[in-house]
């Protein structure tokens, strides 16, 4: 795990994540969460126990995202990580048990009120709409760029 | 009035955005409904009186009929969601 970004105010992280199943992903990055103090430790078990009943693999144009959150009786404070896999690892796709997809980022959602955190929500979604956008995340090279579709994020 | 359920694994996240985004293009076709957030898990009991179920997780009903919301996050496919959706409810 390399550290790109962090802005502990806004509430994000940006890290790339070298893991080889999704459960090894989702708990190095729940780690990360609990250590900058975004979610309790008991946040760990349950986003991955919560992955398995309800997938979050979303197959988008671009490239493959997987969003996991839990209950927010495991969460401090709001917050999103986004995990840059240096390979991508398989989810299954959300709403379709069958179905699977290659994920090469992963946005973990630390959510308190879903009703405070709809402009994040939807925003997140139009950043993994955006081909252009999550392609600049993927690469992880231009850090000017990743930091303002972050702090856009969490605006 | 017309009900609409949007469920998903956990009431907090994608339900909360693809409600938005029906409301928005119930709003834009000019259809009056009633969308109403839960988790699938509360579906069962709120659906007598329900038109339409629209989920993020696996889930089928014997009469209501059900569309699958993976395409309002992915953006793939979502017209023609909507266009059912409008359909399902005029």
Redesign the interface.
């Given at each position: 795990m390399q550290i790109l970004k962090e802005n502990l105010d806004k509430g994000y992280l940006v890290a790339k994540v070298d893991t080889t199943d999704k459960f090894e992903t989702l708990k190095a990055m729940g780690n990360l969460m609990a250590e900058k103090g975004f979610v309790k430790e008991s946040y760990i078990e349950a986003v991955q126990e919560?992955e398995k009943?309800?997938p979050?693999g979303?197959?988008?144009?671009a490239l493959g995202v997987a969003?996991p959150?839990?209950?927010?009786i495991h969460v401090n404070k709001k917050a999103v990580m986004c995990g840059i896999l240096e390979r991508p690892v398989e989810f299954v796709?959300?709403?379709?048990?069958e179905a699977r997809v290659q994920v090469e980022v992963v946005f973990m959602?630390a959510?308190v009120k879903?009703?405070d955190?709809?402009a994040m929500?939807?925003q997140?979604?139009e950043t993994?709409?955006n081909v252009s956008v999550l392609q600049t995340i993927k690469t992880a090279e231009d850090m000017d760029a990743i930091t303002e579709i972050m702090d856009g994020l969490m605006a | 009035m017309k009900k609409v359920i949007v469920a998903?694994?956990?009431?907090?996240?994608?339900s909360?955005?693809v409600c938005?985004k029906i409301k928005e293009a119930l709003q834009k076709a000019n259809v009056q409904a009633d969308v109403i957030q839960c988790k699938?898990a509360e579906i069962d009991s709120k659906i007598s009186g329900a038109d339409l179920v629209v989920?993020?997780?696996?889930y089928t009903h014997d009469t209501v009929p059900v569309i699958?919301?993976?395409s309002?996050?992915?953006?793939?496919g979502v017209e023609a969601d909507i266009q059912k959706i409008i359909e399902i409810l005029s």
């Open positions: 919560r009943v309800f979050t979303l197959p988008m144009e969003i959150h839990t209950d927010s796709v959300m709403g379709d048990d959602l959510i879903p009703d955190q709809i929500l939807a997140l979604v993994c709409q | 998903c694994g956990t009431g907090i996240a994608t909360t955005v938005v699938v989920t993020t997780t696996s699958r919301a993976l309002f996050l992915t953006g793939i």
